[in-house]
């Protein structure tokens, strides 16, 4: 499409090369797998009658790829920024609706019941734009996830092209200017917050990060004991404890009429 903008545009930040690294490691590394389990168990545990989903922002397809094995019933669509992020979406889901769109103009009105945003926001200036544009797009509702804690800030977020790591109260501020009633919100990488501290500590020059893969290439075994400990912290959240503090946020909210 005409108005998407190109890899260099300053309001959305993320380098086209990083598809390459995140297709090889999503599946191999325990992050991305106990994220979509965290995702697939609040679309069915928020959303019960939904439809359809659109995922915006939606990368290589890894999480896509999980919803559609665990809710075959949903009807799927995902949109991404950048042409290299849906060529390997495409591997991964040759028979789901893919688009080339920008997220701040998506032409969509009430087209799909829930839309979700993995890690997408803070890497766009004007999310505030893009949590209207979801609002709009969405019948139901919204799941999103988001990096947390200013204080982990380092040039890891830098090399990520993050314009920000967000705080619970700016989040759920932002979602609920944009026409949302938040529902339910909860902290997750809770445990590995002390390391996730240490580790950035460690980090807060571009020249301290070293080899920016190793984050994604742990060894299997260390990997197996960092999902156990991530799928512990979920059963808390399943029951309705929301985490205070962790790398990351989950957010779900349900529109407002206007």
């Known amino acids: 499409m005409s108005n998407v903008p190109v890899a260099s545009d300053p309001e959305v930040s993320f380098r086209?090369?990083?598809?390459?690294?995140?297709?090889?490691?999503?599946?191999?590394n325990f992050w991305f797998r106990c994220r979509n389990r965290l995702i697939i168990w609040a679309l069915n545990r928020y959303f019960t009658d939904a439809r359809s989903f659109l995922e915006v922002?939606?990368?290589t397809g890894f999480v896509l790829s999980g919803i559609k094995e665990a809710c075959p019933k949903l009807e799927l669509a995902g949109s991404e920024l950048f042409a290299e992020g849906l060529t390997f979406a495409k591997k991964r889901l040759p028979d789901v609706k893919l688009l080339e769109l920008d997220a701040r103009k998506l032409p969509f009105s009430e087209a799909y019941d829930v839309v979700g945003a993995?890690?997408?926001?803070?890497?766009?200036?004007?999310?505030?734009?893009?949590?209207?544009?979801?609002?709009?797009?969405?019948?139901?509702?919204?799941?999103?996830?988001?990096?947390?804690?200013?204080?982990?800030?380092?040039?890891v977020d830098e090399y990520a092209c993050h314009k920000r790591r967000y705080s619970a109260a700016e989040l759920q501020r932002k979602v609920e200017e944009a026409g949302f009633s938040v529902v339910r919100m909860t902290s997750f990488v809770s445990v590995l917050l002390p390391l996730m501290m240490l580790s950035r500590s460690k980090k807060r020059t571009?020249?301290?990060?070293?080899?920016?893969?190793?984050?994604?290439?742990?060894?299997?075994?260390?990997?197996?004991?960092?999902?156990?400990?991530?799928?512990?912290?979920?059963w808390f959240i399943r029951y309705g404890i929301n985490l205070p503090a962790g790398g990351s946020l989950l957010l779900i909210a349900i529109k407002n009429k206007k």
């Not at 197996?224 to 400990?229: D, G, H, S, T, V």
């Open 206 to 234: 571009l020249d301290q990060i070293g080899d920016p893969k190793a984050e994604l290439q742990i060894p299997k075994t260390l990997d197996r004991m960092l999902e156990i400990a991530l799928d512990f912290e979920r």
């Open 57 to 59: 922002g939606c990368g």
């Open 16 to 28: 086209p090369e990083f598809f390459d690294d995140c297709y090889e490691s999503e599946l191999a």
């Open 118 to 155: 993995f890690d997408v926001l803070e890497h766009i200036e004007e999310d505030q734009t893009v949590l209207h544009e979801l609002w709009r797009a969405c019948k139901q509702g919204i799941v999103l996830t988001v990096p947390q804690h200013k204080f982990l800030w380092s040039a």
